[in-house]
């Protein structure tokens, strides 16, 4: 059986729930409590020894320990439906926006989070090692943020998904980008429409309850 060890509350894990869903790979969830610190216990570190989630344990001698590595093994293990494309083209646009979103979107609020909040003083980054809070880092994250809407709204005008014509991983690391950033104050409004009805339309997808 594959074991995902997930934190419900926390974003990086949430992404590739979403994908176990979408592609209905059966599992077992773990529940790692990342505010007690569970991550950072002996048990875990023998299994990520880089004390974070997600985990997925598909063998003994296989644990993949971060979204790039669990969405290409699940590409590869179950191939339909294609999150990563089927093209050259979409392979590359989704590869593309994926990265895009990871780096414009999801960094920004982790900067504004984790460089501004009392409780992560000393923890500014995830994993074992401890670095102190940068105030600027987290300014910096917050304007960088308001400019991923901009760009997000204007790449979804007349568009269903994010990268090509068809729901990809890119739109998954989107919708948790967009829903994490609530967590720093900061959320789309009538200035990106286009992003509100892409948003919308995705919570019609049932991968998004989980």
Same mark, same amino acid.
């Given at each position: 059986?594959?074991?995902?060890?997930?934190?419900?509350?926390?974003?990086?894990?949430?992404?590739?729930?979403?994908?176990?869903?979408?592609?209905?790979?059966?599992?077992?969830?773990?529940?790692?409590?990342?505010?007690?610190?569970?991550?950072?216990?002996?048990?875990?570190?023998?299994?990520?020894?880089?004390?974070?989630?997600?985990?997925?344990?598909?063998?003994?001698?296989?644990?993949?320990?971060?979204?790039?590595?669990?969405? $290409?093994? %699940?590409?590869? /293990?179950? @191939?339909? !439906?294609?999150?990563?494309?089927?093209? #050259? *083209?979409?392979?590359?646009?989704?590869?593309?926006?994926?990265?895009?979103?990871?780096?414009?979107?999801?960094?920004?609020?982790?900067?504004?989070?984790?460089?501004?909040?009392? $409780?992560? %003083?000393?923890? /500014?980054? @995830?994993? !074992?090692?401890?670095?102190?809070?940068? #105030? *600027?880092?987290?300014?910096?994250?917050?304007?960088?943020?308001?400019?991923?809407?901009?760009?997000?709204?204007?790449?979804?005008?007349?568009?269903?998904?994010?990268?090509?014509?068809?729901?990809?991983?890119?739109?998954?690391?989107?919708?948790?980008?967009?829903?994490?950033?609530?967590?720093?104050?900061?959320?789309?409004?009538?200035?990106?429409?286009?992003?509100?009805?892409?948003?919308?339309?995705?919570?019609?997808?049932?991968?998004?309850?989980?």
């Amino acid at each position: 059986m594959i074991t995902f060890y997930d934190c419900s509350t926390a974003p990086s894990p949430r992404r590739a729930r979403i994908l176990l869903a979408e592609k209905r790979i059966p599992h077992q969830a773990v529940q790692v409590d990342l505010r007690a610190g569970e991550q950072f216990g002996e048990s875990f570190r023998r299994l990520n020894p880089q004390c974070t989630v997600p985990v997925l344990r598909v063998a003994d001698d296989l644990v993949l320990t971060d979204n790039a590595a669990i969405t $290409a093994w %699940a590409e590869a /293990a179950y @191939p339909e !439906p294609a999150l990563l494309g089927t093209t #050259p *083209a979409a392979k590359a646009a989704i590869a593309s926006w994926n990265w895009r979103v990871e780096f414009e979107g999801l960094i920004a609020v982790a900067e504004a989070l984790r460089n501004r909040a009392p $409780a992560m %003083a000393g923890r /500014a980054l @995830p994993g !074992p090692v401890d670095y102190p809070q940068i #105030p *600027a880092l987290a300014e910096r994250g917050l304007a960088r943020l308001q400019q991923f809407f901009v760009d997000l709204d204007r790449q979804l005008q007349g568009r269903d998904f994010v990268a090509t014509d068809d729901f990809s991983i890119a739109d998954i690391t989107a919708v948790v980008a967009v829903d994490f950033a609530r967590i720093v104050k900061a959320q789309p409004d009538a200035r990106h429409p286009d992003l509100l009805r892409w948003r919308a339309a995705m919570g019609q997808r049932p991968s998004l309850a989980a």
